[in-house]
Antibody
Framework: QLQLQESGPGLVKPSETLSLTCSVS??????????WGWIRQPPGKGLEWIGS???????HYSPSLKSRVTISVDTAKNQFSLTLSSVTAADTAVYYC???????????WGQGTLVPVSS | SSELTQDPAVSVALGQTIRITCQGD??????ASWYQQKPGQAPVLVIY???SRPSGIPDRFSGSSSGNTASLTLTGAQAEDEADYYC???????????FGGGTKLTVL
């Protein structure tokens, strides 16, 4: 059973870069079985897809965030990462890493990590 | 289209049936998925594909679709079903994931 765990800073200042890592257990980030992604949820609001990465390295990003987002994989550490540049208070959210198999939607989720953006 | 539209809130009496809907052009080409989210918890997938339930999801949850509207039906609502429900699909390119705004279900 695939398990995911987010980690990262507890606070990010405006205009800086948010960086989060998702540690994967029970499967390999280099496996062709899985697709990896990030979703966020501002406090009291709905879910927003940030982007996804496929085992081939191909990535797709939300059009509204594309200019600021990068998703990458570290096969040696069995992790995948999110960087979001030039953050503002509007980027304050619980950030979830998630995964899915080819014929399903996201069905494996981390517990989520709250990242406040504040000076 | 790049939007999925849900009613913000609905309510159902204990033991009764409720249909939660989601509108979007995506459903003409892609199936909807549905997530249940309780306060402080990560979303849980309850329906995907034509009408499939992941292991452990009760059979009182079912999904359907007609035209540009996808539906999640809860037959015999239980108190533990009170939660936010999000629909999910892809845009016309198939490359981008979409979520609806969520529906808050209250079980009376």
């Amino acid at each position: 059973q695939l398990q995911l765990q987010e980690s990262g800073p507890g606070l990010v200042k405006p205009s800086e870069t948010l960086s989060l890592t998702c540690s994967v257990s029970g499967g390999s980030v280099s496996s062709s079985l899985y697709y990896w992604g990030w979703i966020r949820q501002p406090p009291g609001k709905g879910l927003e897809w940030i982007g996804s990465m496929y085992y081939s390295g191909r990535t797709h990003y939300s059009p509204s965030l594309k200019s600021r987002v990068t998703i990458s994989v570290d096969t040696a550490k069995n992790q995948f990462s999110l960087t979001l540049s030039s953050v503002t208070a509007a980027d304050t959210a619980v950030y979830y890493c998630a995964a899915h198999e080819s014929l399903t939607p996201f069905d494996y989720w981390g517990q989520g990590t709250l990242v406040p953006v504040s000076s | 289209s790049s939007e999925l539209t849900q009613d913000p809130a609905v309510s159902v009496a204990l033991g009764q049936t409720i249909r939660i809907t989601c509108q979007g052009d995506s459903f003409r080409n892609y199936y909807a998925s549905w997530y249940q989210q309780k306060p402080g918890q990560a979303p849980v997938l309850v329906i995907y594909g034509k009408n499939s339930r992941p292991s452990g999801i009760p059979d009182r949850f079912s999904g359907s679709s007609s035209g540009n509207t996808a539906s999640l039906t809860l037959t015999g609502a239980q108190a533990e079903d009170e939660a936010d429900y999000y629909c999910n699909s892809r845009d016309s390119s198939g490359d981008h994931v979409l979520f609806g705004g969520g529906t808050k279900l209250t079980v009376l």
